[in-house]
């Protein structure tokens, strides 16, 4: 029987930290291509080992993430620690928040995707077309920094970027990094098995799990570094906007937090109406929330209202689209300004409550768009909810063929994996 020494297992690739040492660079359209060729884009598959391409990318990842990190400090954010007061050497997630928060009467807050970096959207807009800003938070800032607050205020919104992806701590750098970033940590050989996660040790306290740090955000940042009488904008985007709906459809939770938040925006989202059980917030969500979800339609287009329609799931209130046909992490970079303008309409009006919306397609079939979908239950304000047995009877009576089930990827286990030192 043969074996292979360490010493003989091929070494871990290395690659530069800068972008002009991966061989790209920035044009005058604030998009990064190829020194040898400028009209390539980034390049991923570099080759067919997928060790070197993902430790590729992790270099320019890191390079991206000080880019948009210096542009968003440039426009006035500042980078802080959770839990709040810890030491730098100490585990700790990232945020950016305004570095006049206390002075802000209104304060837009992203809870964005659970795999990205702070302050990234989407690395198919910042590698490709689109550019740095477009796809990073940095034109989603200079957008809210051109609002008012309110029609006596002209000062612009204060912003907090929650950072839902970084909550794995690195303990040999002592830094925080995305699941991704994880996967391409140094290693010993290029065929070593990724670092096991110790639950503990590599992670932050009170920010373990996305759950964790959108209370954590809420029952710390808000509440100690925000004026108490400010109102809240909310935007979520996927497992961002999953969690902040679990949280605000708890009833301490809302008590606490629903006459503050102003707006809460949706995106990407598979919370739906038949999951709210408090009644206070599904009535409140139904005048003061919207969904955005993937579609081809022009952003800004209204899909259905709170109880769905052909092809839409009720999901409790009005359904907007975002003018993204494919990609989830797309849509805020290309309908952040229709967000953010609604958020706009409804500081300006303290009385504000979603209009009734209704729309009209040529040639639809009006029996088949009264279809039930998603286990068949729409909520219609406060009357409507039905209790837990009424809504388990509806949804066993849907047909085999109109359940939709929506199953995570699986995990691959790895054979005997080293544990991340310090």
Same mark, same amino acid.
């Given at each position: 029987?043969?074996?292979?020494?360490?010493?003989?297992?091929?070494?871990?690739?290395?690659?530069?930290?800068?972008?002009?040492?991966?061989?790209?660079?920035?044009?005058?359209?604030?998009?990064?291509?190829?020194?040898?060729?400028?009209?390539?884009?980034?390049?991923?598959?570099? $080759?067919?080992? =997928?060790? #070197?391409?993902?430790?590729?990318?992790?270099?320019?990842?890191?390079?991206?993430?000080?880019?948009?990190?210096?542009?968003?400090?440039?426009?006035?954010?500042?980078?802080?620690?959770?839990?709040?007061?810890?030491?730098?050497?100490?585990?700790?997630?990232?945020?950016?928040?305004?570095?006049? *928060?206390?002075?802000?009467?209104?304060?837009?807050?992203?809870?964005?995707? #659970?795999?990205?970096?702070?302050?990234?959207?989407? #690395?198919?807009?910042?590698?490709?077309?689109?550019?740095?800003?477009?796809?990073?938070?940095?034109?989603?800032?200079?957008?809210?920094?051109?609002?008012?607050?309110?029609?006596?205020?002209?000062?612009?919104?204060?912003?907090?970027?929650?950072?839902?992806?970084? *909550?794995?701590?690195?303990?040999?750098?002592?830094?925080?990094?995305?699941?991704?970033?994880?996967?391409?940590?140094?290693?010993?050989?290029?065929?070593?098995?990724?670092?096991?996660?110790?639950?503990?040790?590599?992670?932050?306290?009170?920010?373990?799990?996305?759950?964790? #740090?959108?209370?954590?955000?809420?029952?710390?940042?808000?509440?100690?570094?925000?004026?108490?009488?400010?109102?809240?904008?909310?935007?979520?985007?996927?497992?961002?906007?999953?969690?902040?709906?679990?949280? *605000?459809?708890?009833?301490?939770?809302?008590?606490?937090?629903?006459?503050?938040?102003?707006?809460?925006?949706?995106?990407?989202?598979?919370?739906?109406?038949?999951?709210?059980?408090?009644? =206070?917030?599904?009535?409140?969500?139904?005048?003061?929330?919207?969904?955005?979800?993937?579609?081809?339609?022009?952003?800004?287009?209204?899909?259905? =209202?709170?109880?769905?329609?052909?092809?839409?799931?009720?999901?409790?209130?009005?359904?907007?689209?975002?003018?993204?046909?494919?990609?989830?992490?797309?849509?805020?970079?290309?309908?952040?300004? $229709?967000?953010?303008?609604?958020?706009?309409?409804?500081?300006?009006?303290?009385?504000?409550?979603?209009?009734?919306?209704?729309?009209?397609?040529?040639?639809?079939?009006?029996?088949?768009?009264?279809?039930?979908?998603?286990?068949?239950?729409?909520?219609?304000?406060?009357?409507?909810?039905?209790?837990?047995?009424? $809504?388990?009877?509806?949804?066993?009576?849907?047909?085999?063929?109109?359940?939709?089930?929506?199953?995570?990827?699986?995990?691959?286990?790895? $054979?005997?994996?080293?544990?991340?030192?310090?």
């Amino acid at each position: 029987m043969f074996r292979r020494l360490a010493s003989g297992l091929p070494r871990d690739p290395v690659f530069p930290d800068t972008l002009a040492g991966l061989g790209y660079f920035i044009n005058d359209k604030d998009e990064i291509r190829s020194i040898d060729n400028p009209k390539a884009y980034f390049k991923f598959f570099i $080759t067919k080992n =997928d060790r #070197h391409n993902c430790v590729q990318r992790e270099s320019m990842n890191g390079v991206i993430r000080e880019l948009v990190a210096q542009r968003l400090e440039y426009l006035g954010l500042e980078k802080i620690r959770l839990p709040l007061g810890i030491e730098e050497s100490e585990p700790h997630v990232p945020i950016f928040v305004s570095s006049n *928060l206390n002075d802000k009467k209104r304060v837009v807050i992203l809870f964005y995707e #659970h795999t990205q970096d702070l302050g990234i959207f989407a #690395h198919r807009i910042i590698g490709g077309k689109g550019g740095i800003d477009q796809g990073s938070a940095v034109n989603f800032v200079k957008y809210i920094q051109a609002q008012v607050t309110s029609p006596g205020n002209v000062e612009s919104p204060g912003v907090i970027l929650a950072n839902l992806g970084q *909550l794995r701590w690195w303990r040999q750098r002592k830094k925080a990094v995305t699941q991704t970033t994880w996967f391409a940590l140094p290693q010993k050989s290029s065929v070593e098995a990724p670092y096991r996660i110790d639950p503990i040790k590599n992670t932050v306290p009170g920010n373990r799990t996305t759950e964790e #740090h959108v209370n954590y955000v809420f029952d710390h940042v808000v509440d100690k570094l925000v004026d108490p009488k400010a109102k809240l904008d909310i935007i979520g985007v996927s497992d961002g906007a999953i969690q902040v709906s679990v949280f *605000l459809e708890k009833h301490e939770n809302f008590r606490k937090w629903g006459k503050r938040v102003a707006a809460f925006a949706s995106v990407a989202t598979w919370y739906h109406a038949h999951e709210i059980k408090n009644i =206070d917030f599904a009535d409140w969500f139904m005048d003061r929330g919207r969904v955005y979800i993937i579609s081809s339609e022009p952003a800004g287009t209204f899909l259905a =209202d709170h109880k769905g329609r052909k092809y839409v799931p009720a999901y409790g209130c009005p359904v907007f689209s975002l003018g993204e046909p494919y990609y989830a992490e797309s849509m805020l970079p290309k309908g952040y300004k $229709t967000i953010i303008d609604w958020f706009q309409e409804v500081g300006l009006n303290p009385e504000y409550t979603n209009p009734a919306f209704e729309r009209f397609d040529v040639g639809e079939d009006d029996e088949e768009e009264e279809k039930p979908l998603e286990g068949g239950v729409g909520l219609n304000r406060t009357e409507e909810i039905k209790d837990d047995e009424e $809504t388990k009877t509806a949804n066993c009576n849907l047909k085999a063929g109109e359940e939709t089930k929506v199953e995570g990827p699986k995990g691959v286990e790895n $054979t005997k994996p080293g544990e991340e030192t310090s």
